[in-house]
């Protein structure tokens, strides 16, 4: 299992080849992503709940 120590050493390396602005501005592009990807996926259960009601009332 990763300690403490182990993951600022991870961080301290990463810092050091992106840099402090790059790592802002690729959190932020996660987040994006991430966002994105859960509004498609209830998009996605939205649509297959629609549907069933649909058929339903018909």
Do not use: C, P, R, Y
Request: hydrophobic residues 40%; positive net charge; aromatic residues 4%.
């Amino acid at each position: 299992m990763i300690g403490t120590t182990e993951l600022l050493i991870i961080l301290l390396i990463v810092v050091i080849i992106f840099g402090a602005g790059k790592l802002k501005n690729i959190g932020g592009d996660l987040g994006s992503a991430i966002k994105s990807f859960k509004e498609g996926i209830n998009d996605k259960a939205e649509s297959k709940k629609n549907k069933k009601t649909k058929k339903q009332i018909k």
